[in-house]
């Protein structure tokens, strides 16, 4: 996958989620996904001279998504693929960059950004979330219920994200 194709990929996912808008609010090439005006996905190029705190070296000059994460689903995939790095320009340990590689792959983009929109709508009041927001073949078409392309080694009693949240929400 090449870095318009990951863009491609990440773009055409997030428009497909209820109440998805894109916006270009820090120019023309940092495209920004929101959904009611929370922000869910990035999609820029690191600048090959990027000097700023964190920057990994492995994504200068790189076409990257950047998509909001749980904190340990962030570390996992830091781990699990070379090609995903603390978020460019945001909060290290909620956010993560994602530039080609040779492990991303479209159905990981897929599920990466579905997530990071589920995080963004979740954390809204109920009155707030876009109409549909939580129907299974908006949102959760993404993968097949109950798989993630995260490992995440052993969590208690659960493989994937959507079950740990409901977990934690018992």
Do not use: C
């Amino acid at each position: 996958m090449n870095g318009d194709e990951l863009h491609g990929f990440a773009r055409s996912r997030a428009l497909e989620l209820p109440g998805a808008s894109a916006e270009w609010p820090f120019g023309p090439n940092h495209e920004v996904m929101k959904v009611r005006e929370k922000v869910f996905l990035m999609l820029t190029t690191v600048p090959a001279a990027s000097s700023g705190y964190g920057v990994d070296d492995t994504q200068r000059g790189q076409p990257v998504i950047t998509l909001k994460a749980e904190p340990e689903d962030g570390e996992a995939l830091q781990r699990q693929h070379p090609s995903i790095a603390p978020g460019y320009h945001m909060n290290k340990r909620h956010w993560v960059s994602v530039a080609t590689g040779a492990s991303i792959d479209a159905d990981l983009v897929r599920e990466l950004v579905t997530d990071s929109y589920r995080l963004v709508v979740e954390s809204m009041p109920r009155h707030v979330r876009p109409f549909g927001w939580d129907e299974p073949d908006a949102v959760s078409a993404a993968r097949p219920s109950g798989s993630s392309m995260i490992d995440r080694g052993p969590v208690a009693g659960s493989d994937s994200i959507t079950a740990r949240r409901r977990i934690r929400r018992s």
